[in-house]
């Protein structure tokens, strides 16, 4: 077993249990025990009616209605943004890339506050919608002959993103009586986070990283450029599925938590930094790291104000920025891979 696994898998169960943990109420690690135990058991009971849940926790409800699930979606969203975030640092062949700079953070942005305006209700699935489209459309104008250069993408994307990003503060603007819950969605949050979120992550998240851990020699093979050609790999094809994974992952987590910037920067780059770019490790590396960074971006964000919270993207921005320019500094030196 590799020695990078039990360390971040033993920081992951950490992250967790604090970010369950800390709270507005204190409750001790028995009651948080207590109450997942029944919790399990009452999932349990529904398939398996001999098995008694047996008398209910004082604190259930604070446990496992509102913090587990909100945590768990925390570190599933920076699960999926970290290893998106490599992927595109791989397709990009730039470790300053990111899983939004084509365009889906910008476009879920404008389906969002479009939402807010006429369907409060669905706010998430026009966010989900209107990435998906917004990367359909980047991919569209970026295609010559049949296929897409990269820095043809990363133009278009960036265009792209100007204009839905003007197109969402112009909705907001003119409607701002009816489109105060974009303004924290924008700024990401993981309040009120369902066990429905939960499970609609898990399962993006397992298909998207297992895609993306299962082709780690394409991934290699990718960073080379129109290299790999020559030892075999279809270029083209991979990069339509790697771009189809990134999106999958990102619009997903985009719609369920709003725009959470630097988790798909910082996880990947810190891990590289640590095991080197063999994809084999840095993938699922990278996506362990990241959500332990967002459990504890959104652990700060509810802590740092209280009683209150601030929008954990706030909070990912401030730990981001500085490490931005950091890697900004490094590239302009020559000191990071081109």
């Known amino acids: ?30 009651s948080i025990t207590a109450s997942i135990a029944y919790g399990v058991k009452e999932v349990l009971h529904g398939f398996f009616p001999s098995i ?42 730039n470790p300053l890339a990111d ?12 389906g969002a506050a479009l939402a807010s305006v ?11 919608v209107s990435a998906i489209l917004s990367v359909l459309i980047v991919y ?42 974009t303004w924290m969605w924008l ?56 771009i189809g994974v990134v999106t999958l992952l990102t619009a997903f987590s985009v719609s369920t938590a709003g725009i959470i910037g630097f988790v798909g920067l910082m996880g990947p780059h810190i891990m590289r930094l640590l095991l080197g770019p063999n994809h084999r490790e840095l993938t699922p590396a990278s996506a362990l790291f990241g959500g332990v960074l967002l459990v504890t971006a959104d652990l700060i964000a509810r802590i740092l104000s209280r009683p209150t919270e601030i929008p954990v993207g706030i909070v990912t921005a401030m730990m981001g920025a500085p490490f931005f320019l950091y890697l900004l500094m490094k590239h302009k030196r020559g000191e990071l891979y081109s």
């Not at 849940?53 to 945590?71: A, H, N």
């Not at 993981?190 to 939960?198: E, L, R």
């Open 99 to 110: 899983p939004y700079i084509i365009g889906i953070s910008a476009g879920a942005g404008l």
């Open 52 to 93: 008694n849940p047996g008398e209910k926790p004082g604190y259930f409800v604070i446990v496992w209605e509102l913090r587990l699930p909100r945590v768990l979606l925390a570190y599933l969203v920076g699960l999926s943004l970290a290893g998106a975030g490599t992927a595109s640092q791989a397709l990009f062949r």
């Open 187 to 242: 700024m990401g949050s993981f309040n009120g986070a369902t066990w429905a979120d939960v499970g609609e992550m898990t399962l993006v998240s397992a298909l998207g990283l297992g895609f993306l851990i299962w082709k780690w020699r394409e991934l290699n093979l990718v960073l080379l450029g129109e290299e790999s050609i020559a030892l075999g790999l279809d270029l083209h094809l991979y990069r339509k599925l790697f």
């Open 140 to 181: 569209s104008v970026s295609r010559v002959d049949g296929k897409v250069p990269m820095d043809t993408l990363l133009l278009a994307g960036i265009a792209f993103g100007f204009l839905a990003s003007a197109a969402t503060w112009y909705v907001l603007i003119s409607n701002q009586n009816r489109a105060t819950l």
């Open 1 to 30: 077993m590799r020695r990078w696994l039990p360390a971040l898998t033993a920081l992951s169960l950490a992250a967790l249990f604090l970010g369950v943990y800390v709270g507005s109420v204190s409750i001790s690690p028995s």
């Open 118 to 128: 006429y369907w409060p209700a669905h706010m998430g699935l026009a966010a989900l």
